[in-house]
Nanobody, 123 residues
Framework: VQLVESGGGLVQAGGSLRLSCAASGRTFSMYRMGWFRQVPGKEREFVAAITWNAGNTYYSDSVKGRFTVSRDNAKNTVYLQMNGLKPEDTAVYYC?????????????????WGQGTQVTVSS
């Protein structure tokens, strides 16, 4: 599975962005998908995850109520709608995929990663 993120950019605090992650392969619908972010010098951290059929979604406390993860299996794409952005949301955002059953917020759960897209929120 190859993952390609897009949609990052520069936005003012309070604004919105929608990230997309396009996946290759015909088995996309079998994968749980996650979004993580990383600031230079810090560990990569969990942001959101979604099960294969979108039946369940999970969020970190820092983004709950502001971000929404969704997927379109027909388009092999997962999305991260980010509203009410704050300067502390500035990071490189990565999507990840797993066909396993590990803990959704752990980096080691995921088998495939995208190259990342930069999100910068100005104050």
């Amino acid at each position: 599975v190859q993952l390609v993120e897009s949609g990052g950019g520069l936005v003012q605090a309070g604004g919105s962005l929608r990230l997309s992650c396009a996946a290759s392969g015909r088995t996309f619908s079998m994968y749980r998908m996650g979004w993580f972010r990383q600031v230079p010098g810090k560990e990569r951290e969990f942001v959101a995850a979604i099960t294969w059929n979108a039946g369940n979604t999970y969020y970190s406390d820092s983004v709950k109520g502001r971000f929404t993860v969704s997927r379109d299996n027909a388009k092999n794409t997962v999305y991260l709608q980010m509203n009410g952005l704050k300067p502390e949301d500035t990071a490189v955002y990565y999507c990840a995929a797993t066909s396993g059953f590990g803990i959704y917020f752990e980096i080691s759960t995921y088998d495939y990663w995208g190259q990342g897209t930069q999100v910068t929120v100005s104050s």
